[in-house]
């Protein structure tokens, strides 16, 4: 991934040195368990952690040149070790393992600290939601279907939903995380033909890892599954930033992103604000959808193994990683700093947005449903085209049957909106054992 969108702290996690420094803890730690075992001198294996190689720059470019050599980056990083290890106790290096032993294992290990900061990065963005929630409950907006002014709402209510979602979202990586928590040390095919089950135990306790059956790789529907979480929430994100972008617009002018001192929305207006992160995060949410994709298909290898997964993991995992953190990230300080508009939201909600409360209003004074829709309908035409107040027109007809108080009533902003602080309850259920099940 390219700087611009790689966060240093998850970045850091998927470096040639953390990567290369994974893989010998878990050479190491299989060292420890067969010492622990009985199955080599507890000496030989003091001396192999004394002398195990620091993971280091020029450590990476000593792997990278013996690859050029083996054409195999598992049995290039085992010659290294042995090589720097030294003596006879480094031929206990690797000893009864396959190289997707290290490799899943480490990377399990891996996407395990990746998915602790996603989740971090999730439950900041829900709680910036919340605060944002909290603070706009009551205030007013058009709510919109088809794009078209449907019946007002809240902008309270928008991002309460919208918080909702995202703790679904931090519940399926807190899921995920469980899911690929996982590591396998039972050698080639995975019967452990050359490796004793103690080994894989004792290396997956001292990682945090669950042991599991497996054939020679871990089954890649964990890692789908990681994926999947990353592309759900990179498309909450998508789904926030897709409303700024339509409520930013200038015939609308309903919220503002945030806009820094100095900040110049376009080299050549400048009158321009545009919604550029908004943009940016529905841009990198198809690339989270497209690594999802890639992660389906390493699903389905041949027979016990085969390596078709490996190049693409090499760029996914990471990448997705990577881009989901830096979305919600970003999705956290938009929703901050988004500058709502009240008073021309306000002033911009319609007076068609009351049709089905006086469409209500005309059944409850008897008109059959169709009659009244039919009523309704044409004076909301009317009004339309006409630029006419809807209510005066209504008031006018002589075949909507409502004394001048229920007529109000049907228009009444704060009788629509009476139930608003419902979305409030929801979030405050997030905070009980389980959170919320909708």
């Given amino acids: 991934m390219i700087r611009r969108y790689s966060p240093p702290d998850m970045a850091a996690l998927f470096s040639d040195e953390a990567r290369l420094a994974t893989w010998l803890e878990v050479e190491l730690l299989a060292v420890d ?3 622990a075992a009985g199955r080599i001198p507890h000496a030989d294996a003091a001396a192999i952690r004394e002398r195990a190689p620091k993971v280091d720059a020029a450590f990476v470019a000593d792997v990278e040149a013996r690859e050029r050599v083996t054409d195999h980056d598992v049995a290039a990083f085992v010659d290294v070790v042995q090589a720097r290890i030294g003596g006879p106790e480094a031929s206990w290096v690797h000893y009864g393992l396959t190289s997707s032993d290290v490799v899943d294992t480490a990377l399990c290990a891996t996407l395990v600290r990746a998915a602790d900061l996603l989740v971090e990065a999730a439950g900041e963005l829900v709680a910036a939601l919340r605060r944002r929630a909290e603070e706009l409950i009551d205030v007013p907006v058009a709510g919109r279907t088809h794009g078209m002014q449907a019946e007002p709402t809240t902008f309270g209510a928008k ?52 042991p599991v059956p497996a054939t020679q790789v871990i089954a890649r529907d964990r890692h789908a599954e990681y994926l999947f979480a990353c592309a759900s929430a990179g498309a909450t ?5 897709t409303e700024v972008r339509h409520l930013a617009r200038s015939e609308v002018g309903e919220v503002e992103e945030p806009f820094a001192p100095g900040q110049k929305g376009s080299s050549a207006m400048p009158h321009k604000r545009n919604p550029v992160l908004s943009e940016r995060l529905c841009g990198l949410a198809r690339l989270l959808r497209g690594y999802l994709g890639a992660g389906l298909e390493d699903v389905a290898l041949w027979h016990e ?10 760029v996914a995992l990471p990448d997705a990683s990577l881009l ?20 021309r939201a306000r002033a911009g909600i319609s007076e068609l947005v009351f049709s089905q409360s006086v469409l209500l209003a005309l059944v409850d004074a008897g008109l059959s449903r169709d009659d009244a829709y039919r009523i309704v309908q044409r004076d909301a ?7 006419r107040s809807f209510h005066e027109v209504l008031s006018e007809d002589p075949e909507v049957v409502l004394d001048p108080a229920a007529l109000d009533a049907a228009f ?5 909106l009476r139930h608003r602080r419902r979305f409030l309850d929801a979030l405050e259920a997030l905070d009980a054992p389980g959170g919320v099940t909708a």
């Fill in 305 to 314: 193994r085969d390596i078709s997964h490996s190049s693409v993991e090499r």
């Fill in 412 to 416: 009444d902003l704060d009788r629509a």
């Fill in 381 to 387: 035409r009317v009004a339309s085209a006409t630029g």
């Fill in 324 to 343: 989901a953190c830096y979305v919600l990230r970003k999705a956290t300080g938009l929703v901050s700093g988004l500058v709502v508009h009240a008073e």
């Fill in 237 to 241: 994100v998508e789904l926030i930033a």
């Fill in 33 to 35: 368990a067969l010492a």
């Fill in 159 to 210: 991002f309460a939903l919208w918080a909702l979602q995202a703790d679904r979202d931090r519940r399926r990586l807190r899921r995920a995380r469980r899911s690929v928590a996982v590591g396998k040390l039972s050698g080639a095919v995975g019967t452990y033909s050359n490796v004793d089950p103690a080994i894989e135990s004792y290396v997956c306790r001292a990682l945090g890892l669950e």
